[in-house]
């Protein structure tokens, strides 16, 4: 298997941009995770879904982000509009039957940054 | 609700010797533990796993971590280190249905010296 691929790696911007990022679990995969790493504030569970559905997105920011899982391979996290504080790597991940149960497959992130 | 400290950001080992990096958890009831370890660039892989039964456990590239109830913690020990294993380390831990909610450490950045 092709592990969990993110695109893209890097996303440079301005800020009022909109910015979506990308993720492909691995196949088979119910569980897929998105979190945001920053110095500050180190790894965040921003949000994740079970089988396409959202189940906490309690740790998404503000109302400018938003995440979406039309089905079982794809999920964008789209931020609207985009600022500087934005600025992070933000990781996609995917689990068979969730995170206590089993282990999460990172892709290798997306890197934006926010000018 | 749970929480992890690792409270080493930064560690330095030559290469060959051994190491240990701290975990500590808040949990009320028994935790699921995991570290997990990233290389420069690259996504979080898992290293090692405890939800039960024998205290150390076994990882992959030579780790092993002992749960210690006792202290609330959670180490991670190599007896040799090599240049290669200079990452970010990540302690997690996780909770026993209910809130699904995993938390991660902040991350000990491990240097290896030749």
């Known amino acids: 298997d092709a592990g969990v691929i993110q695109s893209p790696r890097h996303e440079v911007t301005e800020m009022g941009q909109e910015v979506t990022l990308r993720c492909k679990p691995i196949s088979g995969h119910d569980y897929l995770f998105w979190y945001r790493q920053t110095m500050m504030r180190g790894l965040e569970l921003l949000i994740y879904?079970?089988?396409?559905?959202?189940?906490?997105d309690s740790g998404m920011p503000e109302d400018r982000f938003s995440a979406k899982m039309p089905n079982a391979s794809f999920s964008t996290l789209k931020i609207q509009p985009s600022e500087p504080r934005d600025s992070a790597v933000y990781f996609c991940a995917s689990s068979l039957r969730g995170f206590n149960t089993g282990e999460l497959f990172f892709g290798e992130g997306s890197r934006l940054t926010v000018l | 609700a749970q929480s992890v400290t690792q409270p080493d950001i930064h560690i330095t080992v030559s290469e060959g010797a051994s190491l240990e990096l701290r975990c500590n958890y808040s949990?009320?009831?028994?935790?699921?533990l995991f570290w997990y370890v990233q290389s420069p660039g690259q996504g979080l892989q898992l290293l090692l796993k405890y939800f039960s039964g024998d205290t150390l456990v076994q990882g992959i590239k030579g780790f092993e971590a002992e749960f210690k109830r006792s202290q609330s913690s959670f180490n991670l020990r190599k007896p040799s280190v090599h240049w290669s294993d200079a990452a970010e380390y990540f302690c997690a831990v996780g909770t026993a249905g209910g809130s699904y909610i995993p938390t991660f450490g902040r991350g000990t950045s491990l240097i290896v010296h030749p």
């Open positions: 879904f079970n089988n396409n559905v959202p189940i906490d």
């Open positions: 949990y009320g009831a028994t935790p699921y």
